[in-house]
Every structure is written in C-alpha cells, then in structure tokens.
C-alpha cells in the first residue's frame, strides 16, 4: 500500500478541496447517532457500492438501528467501537446474552482474530445453590435461580472445586480485553469482545490521516487517499517536524564552519593558533565523520506494546502526550516502550523514528541491537 510522502501530505492538506472520486463515492455511514462509523474497510449492505467494502466486513443495521456484524457460524454480534488505526473492534451480544455465545465461539472462518485471550470454564450447578451464589457469581441469562446456575471462571482453584459439586459444560477461549485480565472468583462474562484484523491493513494509513481503499474496481489493490482538511493529522505533524528539524540542524552545522573559519584565519599568525581553534572544537564538538544507522526491523518489533486504557496511564508517570507526534494518548491505542529506558511512543511512530535515529528521542539513550548472524564462507 502506498503511503503519500510528505510533501504530498502537507500539499492536500493546503488544499482539503482534492478529494478522489471514490472517497467522495465511499463516504462515512452509521446506522443511527451514536453508533460507530463506519467506512473501508466496513460497509453497511444496501448503503453503498460493493467497492466500498472489503469482503467479509459487511454490517448490517437491525431494527433497533444498531450496527451488527454478521460473522460465519457465530451469528450477528453488536459492534461496539471501531479503531480503524489499530484495526480493532469492541463487539458484544444484541440480546444481552454474551456467555451463550461464548458457548458456540467460531472465528475461523471469519477475517477476525482474538487479540488476546483467555480461558474459562462453565459449570451447571442444581446442589447446594445458596452456598454457591453467595461464594461466586453466576451468570444471570443463562440461570433458573430456583434449580440451577451457571458459573464461568479462568481460575484453575474454583475449578477444582467447582468440578466436584457441579457438572461440567465446557472449557472455551475468551476474547478478553487485555492479557493482564485475571479473575479469582467466577465471572458473568458481560464485557465486550477485543478482535483484531490483519487484512486488510489500512492502520499505517489510517494514522497517517489518510482514507484507505481499492486502486480501482477490477482489483483488491490497497491505496491511501486523501487528509481530513480539519486540523494536523499525526502524520503531517510528523513530516513538519521533520521537514523544519533537517534544514534546522544543516544551517547549524554551516554557521559552525563559518565560525571555525573565522578562527583560522584571524588567529593565522599568532603562536597560539592550533590551541584556539582546537578549543573552540572540543566546545562545539566535531562534525560527525559517518552518520549513525538506525535500529533493525527485528529488535524494533521485539519492543514491548501497551494498550492504553480509559485511565491513560502509562508505565513512565508523567507521559501523557507522544513526543515524536505532539499528540496526546487516547484511550485504546497502542504505544510501545524502549527497554533500555522505558519511554513510550505511538506504536506508529516509533517504528519509523527508530529505523532512521538508533536512540530514543527524548533521552537519546542507544538501544541495544540484535546480533547479527555471522556469514559463512563458500567452499
């Protein structure tokens, strides 16, 4: 997929009137106010033309005008919030019944995938109800209080205890919200459901600012279109940094020269010659000789990912905004930290900072690389 350099960026976003005809023609949709947006690569059927929508990310609207997908061998599940940067979707039972969903969770044949999951353990219970109920929670739509509950829990201890009063229903893979996600006691599974979508991958474009979809209608090639015409995005906010800093830092080194020369040629006769103008150096510090290569795609992608939650807290107190993009974090998106110092980035970011620039941009610390493997000799 193409990404539009930045000097392409900063031109539309001067001029928020070139839009492309099929960003005008895929235009945002929602079932009602409130619902999420939705655009490529989601499309609600009947809405728009099948371009606008990548197969198997077709929604639907129902009678109470909320936004439902419809996945294969599972059924239609509510979709709570989109992150198209992310390319994750909270999503959540219409009926208010999650747990006997759960029951019958498939996602093999669907585009989705669990971001992070975890296992749990269902029990019908008819004895000893009283003790029970006031010992652990059961789930409430799938329960007849007077015979019988129906308790899930990840813990393996209520398990072993449970399992010797109660019948065993089954043991399936939650799609929970965040890997730290951990429960002593048994759970009404009511919260929503975190998947993740690898294809199509519009997130790169997505928070660049950028409107992502087909090249054309005969082909499923990816293209990056357009920048919202209000405000900065990330990226453009980027390209500025970088378009300002470079000729910022060459004019330095050029005054630098200038001053060294200067130097030389007053001090030309004078015995103490080599002293000042090595001084003055040592004080300035000498122009680089070779310029400093960035990191490896492999040690980058082996940096740590946080998801950021409603709290905004993050691991370094204090860090409430990305210094590579001036953008501050928002609940749900995901940053990454730098080991050796721990200071965290958009996730975006970082991995083009680090490519270019082996240190972190606020302490300069150098990360430690991966090693590399040694060649072998031909024989």
Known sequence: MKIPNPILSLFILLNPSLVLANIETCSDSVCQGGEPVIRFPFRIEGNLA???GYPGFIVSCNQNAQTLLNLPNWGPL???TINYAAQQLWVNDPDNCLPKRLLSLNLSTSPFRAVYHQQFTFFNCSVNLANLVRRYRPIGCLSDSPKYAVFATPS??????LS??????ATVKVPVQSPFYDQVTSSELGEDLRLS?????CGRCESHGGRCGFKSDETFELDCYGFPSKG???GARYAIAICIGVPAM??????????????KMRNHDGPWTHETVADFEALVGSRPTSSVSGLDRPTIE???KIVIGENRLLPKKGEKMCSICLSEYMPKETVKSIPECGHCFHAQCIDEWLPLNASCPICRTSPRKFPQPRARSST
């Open 250 to 263: 060459l004019c330095s080194f050029g005054v630098l020269s200038c001053i060294c020369s200067w130097l």
């Open 302 to 304: 082996s940096y740590p």
């Open 232 to 234: 900065i995005s990330r």
């Open 197 to 201: 979508w690898d294809s199509p991958a």
């Open 156 to 161: 393996t201890t209520v398990v072993g205890h």
């Open 50 to 52: 099948e371009p606008c």
């Open 164 to 169: 010797s009063v109660c019948d065993f229903v």
């Open 78 to 80: 509510k979709i709570q």
